[in-house]
């Protein structure tokens, strides 16, 4: 592909994988896979394994990708052979977007691109090595744009200006945070003239905070007895987000899930919270709740399984 139609590279998050048997192969100790995502060139991940090695990301919420970084150590224990699949889901089914051969070089940077794929998950599989003992790799990124971002502009009806903002490495709602008072400063530079004070509303949009995760605070019991009320159980969100949440139940022999309550975000500090006291499941079974975002249906807590019993 022609690099000049490549997204540009994307900031990477520390959580974005974790160091645990989910999300990566064995891994030496003091070695954490998270330091494939700073940019310290000090910094590595040892997988103990010279075959066979893996990583997944969870990048949170969905980007397009069309490329990956790969920076290896500088022996024979750099990756070599490998591929990237993609899936919806942390669990697959996973799609092979990419082979890939990595040639030992000075300062050992790979870059591969493939045509742009939206998604959430990422699997790099590593199948060997130049010949040592286990794989080493300083870092893993990824050329992209944050689907958010496009989301929001097209929102704005401002869709034209994205080509111009990612030549310009703007790629996330973040790093256009950053510069927006240089866009708005030489908007002439980025926008159609009659876009400009619709970029200055998208940016005004900006300040305020977005919902981009909501996650079990006190999650409910994992037991219930029929017609009593649970102890109040809760959720949190990003620190200053407000906008409505519902609260979805499932019963294990139900198709389908129902919205049983609509609650509002409420910040508090640190975080924004929703409570849900004197919860009751009328009828015993097996059941899974979960809190989803109204807004961003895609924003939501992992499905919390509860039995009740008579």
């Given at each position: 592909?022609?690099?000049?139609?490549?997204?540009?590279?994307?900031?990477?998050?520390?959580?974005?994988?974790?160091?645990?048997?989910?999300?990566?192969?064995?891994?030496?100790?003091?070695?954490?896979?998270?330091?494939?995502?700073?940019?310290?060139?000090?910094?590595?991940?040892?997988?103990?394994?010279?075959?066979?090695?893996?990583?997944?990301?969870?990048?949170?919420?969905?980007?397009?990708?069309?490329?990956?970084?790969?920076?290896?150590?500088?022996?024979?224990?750099?990756?070599?052979?490998?591929?990237?699949?993609?899936?919806?889901?942390?669990?697959?089914?996973?799609?092979?977007?990419?082979?890939?051969?990595?040639?030992?070089?000075?300062?050992?940077?790979?870059?591969?691109?493939?045509?742009?794929?939206?998604?959430?998950?990422?699997?790099?599989?590593?199948?060997?090595?130049?010949?040592?003992?286990?794989?080493?790799?300083?870092?893993?990124?990824?050329?992209?744009?944050?689907?958010?971002?496009?989301?929001?502009?097209?929102?704005?009806?401002?869709?034209?200006?994205?080509?111009?903002?990612?030549?310009?490495?703007?790629?996330?709602?973040?790093?256009?945070?950053?510069?927006?008072?240089?866009?708005?400063?030489?908007?002439?530079?980025?926008?159609?003239?009659?876009?400009?004070?619709?970029?200055?509303?998208?940016?005004?949009?900006?300040?305020?905070?977005?919902?981009?995760?909501?996650?079990?605070?006190?999650?409910?019991?994992?037991?219930?007895?029929?017609?009593?009320?649970?102890?109040?159980?809760?959720?949190?969100?990003?620190?200053?987000?407000?906008?409505?949440?519902?609260?979805?139940?499932?019963?294990?022999?139900?198709?389908?899930?129902?919205?049983?309550?609509?609650?509002?975000?409420?910040?508090?500090?640190?975080?924004?919270?929703?409570a849900f006291r004197d919860y009751t499941?009328?009828?015993?079974?097996?059941?899974?709740?979960?809190?989803?975002?109204?807004?961003?249906?895609?924003?939501?807590?992992?499905?919390?399984?509860?039995?009740?019993?008579?």
């Amino acid at each position: 592909n022609d690099a000049s139609s490549m997204f540009p590279l994307l900031r990477s998050h520390s959580n974005w994988t974790l160091d645990s048997e989910k999300y990566r192969s064995p891994t030496a100790e003091n070695s954490s896979v998270q330091n494939l995502l700073d940019i310290s060139p000090e910094t590595y991940w040892t997988c103990l394994l010279a075959r066979n090695g893996w990583v997944v990301f969870d990048l949170k919420h969905e980007y397009s990708i069309n490329g990956i970084r790969i920076i290896g150590c500088e022996n024979q224990s750099a990756p070599r052979n490998g591929r990237i699949d993609v899936s919806n889901s942390f669990n697959g089914h996973w799609l092979k977007i990419i082979d890939f051969i990595c040639v030992l070089s000075q300062g050992n940077k790979n870059d591969f691109y493939f045509p742009s794929v939206k998604t959430r998950f990422i699997r790099v599989h590593i199948l060997d090595n130049h010949g040592g003992i286990d794989i080493r790799i300083k870092v893993i990124g990824f050329f992209g744009v944050d689907m958010s971002l496009v989301d929001l502009l097209r929102q704005y009806g401002l869709e034209n200006s994205l080509n111009t903002l990612l030549a310009n490495g703007i790629n996330d709602l973040e790093t256009l945070d950053e510069q927006r008072d240089a866009i708005l400063n030489s908007s002439d530079k980025y926008l159609d003239v009659n876009d400009h004070f619709q970029f200055i509303r998208f940016v005004e949009a900006l300040r305020s905070p977005r919902l981009t995760f909501l996650k079990w605070s006190k999650p409910p019991k994992t037991t219930a007895i029929a017609g009593e009320k649970l102890k109040t159980f809760s959720v949190i969100g990003d620190e200053g987000a407000t906008g409505r949440v519902k609260l979805e139940e499932k019963h294990e022999n139900s198709p389908q899930a129902t919205t049983i309550l609509k609650r509002d975000l409420e910040p508090i500090q640190g975080h924004s919270l929703v409570a849900f006291r004197d919860y009751t499941f009328k009828y015993p079974g097996r059941y899974k709740i979960r809190v989803i975002s109204l807004e961003s249906p895609d924003i939501h807590t992992p499905w919390q399984e509860i039995v009740v019993g008579k």
